[in-house]
């Protein structure tokens, strides 16, 4: 999987497929879309993906806090709530799950993407060490990755999307998908955060 995996978990179908059609037709895959927290936590424990988008109110409960909690305890990955609730005291208790957005429905399309780069850029910030360099990953791995592929995952973490990757380069989008998809063999891993939080493994 090379593109930006989302996945959705959203109890209203029609929303739910609403977004993954948004989504789709931007650089982003929605391979997995959800209803309910079972259903979250079993995506969680079986996709890869980079970023959640997140209902809070899942079936008529505060569902959405609970699998916050368990992104936060177990997967290490960045999600933003994507809502209808607007009170203080949901917002409240938002907070303290750290989100790293909060759209409120209805949403706009380029306020969704906003969110989502500006969530993916500043997650990946966070996890970047302090000296990011190909030989210095490269001590740490048996295949080594090229300058061209450093380069892309020097874009991984300031959060660039495959389309913007092919433009900065001048390639094809497919080019791009090669070369990620090598960088992911290379790192023995399946996706953009699984390649952040093992780059900080690797450069503690």
């Given at each position: 999987?090379?593109?930006?995996?989302?996945?959705?978990?959203?109890?209203?179908?029609?929303?739910?497929?609403?977004?993954?059609?948004?989504?789709?037709?931007?650089?982003?895959?929605a391979?997995?879309?959800?209803?309910?927290?079972?259903?979250?936590?079993?995506?969680?424990?079986?996709?890869?993906?980079?970023?959640?988008?997140?209902?809070?109110n899942?079936?008529?409960?505060?569902?959405?806090?609970?699998?916050?909690?368990?992104?936060?305890?177990?997967?290490?990955?960045?999600?933003?709530?994507?809502?209808?609730?607007?009170?203080?005291?949901?917002?409240?208790?938002?907070?303290?799950?750290?989100?790293?957005?909060?759209?409120?429905?209805?949403?706009?399309?380029?306020?969704?993407?906003?969110?989502?780069?500006?969530?993916?850029?500043?997650?990946?910030?966070?996890?970047?060490?302090?000296?990011?360099?190909?030989?210095l990953?490269?001590?740490?791995?048996?295949?080594?990755?090229?300058?061209?592929?450093?380069?892309?995952?020097?874009?991984?973490?300031?959060?660039?999307?495959?389309?913007?990757?092919?433009?900065?380069?001048?390639?094809?989008?497919?080019?791009?998908?090669?070369?990620?998809?090598?960088?992911?063999?290379?790192?023995?891993?399946?996706?953009?955060?699984?390649a952040?939080?093992?780059?900080?493994?690797?450069?503690?």
């Amino acid at each position: 999987m090379s593109e930006i995996n989302v996945l959705v978990v959203e109890d209203d179908p029609l929303i739910a497929e609403d977004i993954r059609h948004h989504l789709t037709n931007a650089d982003y895959s929605a391979q997995t879309v959800v209803h309910n927290k079972a259903d979250a936590l079993a995506a969680l424990a079986t996709e890869s993906p980079d970023i959640v988008l997140l209902d809070i109110n899942l079936g008529g409960k505060l569902d959405g806090f609970e699998v916050a909690e368990a992104i936060n305890a177990h997967y290490h990955l960045p999600f933003l709530y994507l809502t209808s609730y607007s009170t203080k005291s949901i917002v409240e208790q938002a907070k303290f799950t750290r989100p790293m957005g909060y759209i409120l429905k209805p949403f706009d399309e380029a306020d969704l993407f906003s969110s989502i780069e500006i969530a993916l850029y500043n997650f990946a910030q966070r996890q970047k060490p302090a000296k990011l360099t190909r030989e210095l990953i490269n001590e740490q791995i048996l295949d080594k990755l090229t300058e061209k592929e450093f380069e892309l995952l020097e874009h991984i973490f300031d959060g660039l999307t495959n389309k913007l990757m092919s433009e900065r380069h001048f390639v094809s989008i497919n080019t791009i998908k090669t070369h990620l998809k090598s960088i992911y063999g290379k790192l023995n891993v399946h996706s953009r955060t699984e390649a952040i939080a093992k780059i900080r493994v690797l450069l503690p």
